[in-house]
Structures are given as structure tokens and as C-alpha cells.
Nanobody
Framework: QVQLVESGGGLVQAGGSLSLSCAAS????????MGWFRQAPGKEREFVAA?????YYKDSVKGRFTVSRDDGKKTVYLQMNSLKPEDTAVYYC??????????????????WGQGTQVTVSS
């Protein structure tokens, strides 16, 4: 069982930055694809970014968000710049043990963190 703990959410004004972290308990962390999802009120959970041995992003965050990982620290990060009110959501860290192909669907991840709130004011 992999445990994921997110941190770093908060309130920021539009145009500002926040950095999220997700620490994992798994010894074989480097084998997992690590993803970030978000869910706004009344909306479905959506893919934001992921890091396997390569990274990929939702189109609307490209150029603003950067996902990275430190396998030695068993941690994945999401640096969010130029934040917009529409980025407001609960952000979730997720881990997939099922290969390193591109994974943008929530059902492709088998472990989830508890979520951290990100609020961007206009």
C-alpha cells in the first residue's frame, strides 16, 4: 500500500505562484508514474500533469506549471506559476504502478493522496 501526502496548497492572487509537494511511502517510488489531478466544485476530477521518465501536461497548464520528481526523496512536485482563478480546485497526487506509458485518466492510477486546496483569487 502506497501512502501519498500532499502539502503546499493555499490562497494566492491571480498571477501568483504556488508549489505543491507529494511525499510517498513506497521504497520503489522510482518505478511509479506520478500524476497530479485537480477537482473543482461541481466538476469531475481532471488530469493536470504527470512525471514518469518524461513529463506531460494538460494543455491549459503548459508553460505555467512544471512537474518534477526527486526519486531519492520519494517526492513529486508541482510548481504552478501565473495562476488563474480557473485553477482553483483541490489538487490530488496520484501514483500508478502500471507501466510508464502516458496516463491521463484517473482510473489509470491506483494510489491517491488526500488532496490539498488551491484557491486563486481574481
Amino acid at each position: 500500500q502506497v501512502q501519498l501526502v500532499e502539502s503546499g496548497g493555499g490562497l494566492v492572487q491571480a498571477g501568483g505562484s504556488l508549489s505543491l509537494s507529494c511525499a510517498a511511502s513506497e521504497r520503489t517510488f522510482s518505478r511509479y508514474t506520478m500524476g497530479w489531478f485537480r477537482q473543482a466544485p461541481g466538476k469531475e476530477r481532471e488530469f493536470v500533469a504527470a512525471a514518469a521518465w518524461y513529463t506531460y501536461y494538460k494543455d491549459s497548464v503548459k508553460g505555467r506549471f512544471t512537474v518534477s520528481r526527486d526519486d531519492g526523496k520519494k517526492t513529486v512536485y508541482l510548481q504552478m506559476n501565473s495562476l488563474k482563478p480557473e485553477d482553483t480546485a483541490v489538487y490530488y497526487c496520484a501514483a500508478s504502478s502500471w507501466g510508464d506509458d502516458t496516463k491521463t485518466e484517473a482510473r489509470e492510477y491506483n494510489y491517491w493522496g488526500q488532496g490539498t486546496q488551491v484557491t486563486v483569487s481574481s
